[in-house]
């Protein structure tokens, strides 16, 4: 299967751990982008990254939220001191500027982390 | 200010019927992308439709058709003889400039046809 992947699926953790998401985006993408969505809306902007550099952030990204992508291919997103309001799908997308399917976001499954 | 509407939040059909999705999206930018996703029950983003904001020839593909009319500002998503597999929630996306670095998405219509 070649499109974007994320683990884990579901995350449930207690209030104040912290955790880590990976996406492993389709292989020829340089594009990586975060996404977070809950319940009933669309999905909220929160980076992306232009092969290992980290390009834009959102303002939703908090101080206990870092994101990584170390070589320019897959990447982790890191939630530290979870709180309740943290839980959320977590998306992952990815695309590429070059292409019959140039500058489509391909989405991954998301990672559904609960936060007790 | 949200950058981009949908007002509608749920819609319900018969099968057969025509449905519109409407939205609407904010922008000071001259250059911008304008995007259609569906979200099925099963959860993962499918991609639609992309539009740029020099282009505003309508298009057609099968059932689907969108309509995009910069002078309301509106990108609206129609589809013909509506049938279940439809059933989904549909996101309106935007994003300004050339180089595709930030989106935003409306709050989804979610569409349900019934047989």
């Known amino acids: 299967d070649t499109g974007v992947s994320q683990n884990p699926r579901h995350k449930i953790t207690k209030r104040g751990q912290n955790v880590t998401f990976r996406c492993d985006p389709i292989s020829e993408h340089n594009r990586l982008y975060w996404y977070r969505q809950t319940l009933g809306q669309g999905p909220e902007f929160l980076t992306y990254f232009q092969n290992e550099a980290q390009l834009e952030k959102s303002r939703l990204l908090s101080d206990r939220f870092s994101a990584e992508r170390p070589k320019g291919s897959f990447s982790t997103l890191e939630i530290q001191r979870t709180e309740q309001g943290d839980s959320a799908m977590y998306l992952c997308?990815?695309?590429?500027?070059?292409?019959?399917?140039?500058?489509?976001?391909?989405f991954g499954p998301g990672t559904r982390l609960t936060v007790l | 200010a949200q950058k981009v509407t949908q007002a509608q939040t749920e819609i319900s059909v018969v099968e057969k019927e025509d449905v519109t999705l409407d939205c609407v999206y904010e922008t000071r930018d001259t250059t911008y992308y304008l995007f259609w996703y569906k979200q099925p029950p099963s959860g993962e983003l499918v991609f639609l439709i992309r539009?740029?904001?020099?282009?505003?020839q309508n298009e057609i593909s099968g059932r689907y058709s969108w309509n995009f009319q910069k002078s309301t500002s509106s990108f609206n998503f129609t589809i013909t003889a509506s049938q279940v597999v439809d059933s989904a929630v549909y996101f309106c996306a935007l994003s300004e400039g050339y180089n595709f670095n930030k989106f935003y998405f409306g709050s989804g219509t979610k569409l349900n046809v019934k047989p």
């Open positions: 997308a990815s695309s590429s500027p070059r292409g019959t399917s140039a500058n489509e976001q391909f």
């Open positions: 539009r740029n904001s020099f282009d505003e």
